[in-house]
């Protein structure tokens, strides 16, 4: 009896995505048609995409071309896949859903990997009949052209799970696929805490990066207490949302922050410069909103929250 494969499908195939399916397909072409992965991309990265027989991802170590078993524009020639990608920007969600519901069957799940504090809960009201996960990455990596991925640094994490308290057959299985295609990937069964310290970091690093208009490194040097002031701020309000935020979190993040490459920078201050939608009230605005409505007083914040919107006002 032949094994039924394995199809993950990759929507959205900017940085995250792009690395991500890229990595599972080069595991796909070794796996004698036991794993399937489709990407879906549009456009000039599309038709870069199959002018050149793959897409092309450039990390530090690596230069490859990864080929997926379908690149398409169009779900429905995909059909019904065991796992979805959802790596779109968080204001593309609501199109996206609608676009991946040819992909999405009975045993479906999907997980999308997409910045925000509340991505799985909002994406369950459009899919109230699906099964939607929980994830994170951290990884610095960008479209940089289209057909090409660049990685700034060969460092990733991938972290996922469907906030029970034990891990399904699902989930395991698709950690193995993801470990199996040399991802980093866990699969915590604490997964809440994963996405709230993740939202905790990327929100203040957006904001910082966004508002003085310089990468990490610079903001590091020049705007430390300012960015010791968001750091503070934002765990202040999931101390007072959650109660359990660990006493040395601003230390842990800010460590983490040390260690990204001085160049790097947020893609809500990339959005900024090109002068297209951004992220501003996935990362910046829903902190001052919680904040409000719990009373919390947050002045930098409040302060950043008001320029950053009056830029994209303007």
């Not at 991802?57 to 078993?69: K, N, Q």
């Not at 919390?296 to 303007?314: F, G, I």
Request: glycine share 8%.
């Amino acid at each position: 009896m032949n094994q039924q494969p394995i199809k993950i499908a990759v929507f959205g195939l900017g940085g995250v995505g792009g690395y991500y399916g890229a990595m599972l397909a080069l595991r796909a072409a070794a796996t004698d048609g036991l794993l399937e992965v489709s990407w879906i991309a549009r456009g000039a990265h599309l038709e870069a995409i199959r002018a050149a027989g793959g897409l092309r991802v450039v990390t530090p170590s690596r230069d490859f071309l990864a080929r997926p078993t379908c690149v398409t524009d169009n779900p429905a020639e995909v059909g019904t896949v065991d796992y979805i990608l959802f790596c779109t920007k968080d204001y593309d969600m609501e199109r996206g859903v609608a676009e991946i519901r040819p992909m999405i069957g009975q045993n479906t799940k999907i997980l999308p990997l997409l910045n925000g504090a509340d991505i799985a809960e909002r994406m369950r009201t459009y899919l109230p009949d699906t099964v939607v996960w929980k994830g994170c990455v951290y990884i610095s990596a960008r479209k940089s052209a289209p057909g090409l991925i660049t990685l700034e640094a060969d460092r990733e994490l991938f972290y996922f799970g469907s906030g029970l308290p034990e891990q399904t057959d699902d989930e395991v299985r698709l950690a193995e696929l993801l470990t199996a295609a040399g991802i980093r990937a866990y699969n915590p069964t604490d997964i809440d805490w994963y996405i709230m310290k993740k939202f905790m970091m990327i929100s203040v690093t957006a904001t910082a990066t966004a508002y003085f208009d310089k990468p990490i490194g610079s903001i590091l040097t020049e705007h430390e207490p300012e960015l010791l002031s968001l750091l503070e701020e934002v765990a202040e309000l999931f101390r007072a949302k959650y109660g359990q935020v660990p006493d040395d979190v601003v230390q842990q993040l800010l460590d983490k922050q040390r260690k990204m490459p001085p160049e790097s920078t947020s893609s809500m201050h990339s959005d900024f410069l090109q002068g297209g939608s951004t992220e501003v009230e996935t990362l910046t605005g829903y902190v001052v909103r919680e904040a409000e409505a719990l009373r919390v007083d947050l002045p930098m914040y409040k302060r950043m929250y008001r320029e950053l919107v009056s830029r994209t006002a303007n």
